[in-house]
């Protein structure tokens, strides 16, 4: 049987996620609130539109009872997505996290744990998206197919599973840059006052 430290060892070599393991846990919670934040703001034009027009519809109908509220909404969810709308969103997930990975950042202590796995994965799923994207706007025909809109759906999902890592990595290397600026704060005022007492 395995014990919590094998099971974490050998967790921590699985690539680009592996890293989450060894996250202290506060920044495992801020990552993840940051990532709701960005789910919630960055696709407000298509789930609000369509609560919008789900509770519009259900108050045009006289009897309550024939009101589907949950229905209408992912109907319409639906034909809001199904012009591949979360491929673009994907492209604009992936994008700025990658510039940023990809750069030399000498501020960094240490380098992103597989940095290469991670880059190859965003450069591939951001060509799926291109090119499924590309396809949804010159055919018609593949507009509102749904195997097409659950496969960008997914492709969403996905590309969230990949920023939540690097968001996670980032508000650790801020955790710890403010403890060593509060310990560097600490060692001139002890210095200060040793020199001056």
Request: a positive charge; glycine letters at 8%; aromatic letters at 14%.
């Amino acid at each position: 049987m395995l014990n919590k430290n094998h099971l974490t060892k050998y967790l921590g070599k699985v690539p680009i996620w592996g890293y989450l393991v060894k996250a202290p846990g506060q920044a495992r919670g801020e990552g993840f609130a940051e990532l709701i934040v960005t789910v919630l703001f960055s696709t407000l034009p298509i789930w609000l539109g369509s609560v919008l027009k789900a509770f519009s519809t259900c108050a045009s109908i006289s009897n309550d009872s024939d009101c589907r509220l949950l229905e209408v909404f992912f109907d319409q969810l639906f034909q809001s997505i199904s012009r591949g709308e979360l491929l673009v969103y994907i492209l604009a997930i992936t994008g700025p996290t990658l510039f940023l990975l990809l750069s030399t950042r000498k501020s960094m202590e240490s380098e992103f744990p597989g940095r290469q796995g991670y880059a190859v994965t965003s450069v591939l799923l951001g060509l799926v998206a291109a090119v499924t994207f590309f396809y949804l706007k010159t055919e018609e025909d593949l507009v509102g197919y749904p195997p097409i809109v659950y496969a960008s759906a997914a492709l969403y999902f996905f590309s969230l599973v990949l920023l939540y890592p690097y968001t996670v990595y980032t508000y650790q290397f801020g955790m710890s840059s403010v403890k060593k600026s509060e310990k560097d704060t600490q060692n001139f005022s002890d210095g200060y006052r040793r020199h001056r007492g």
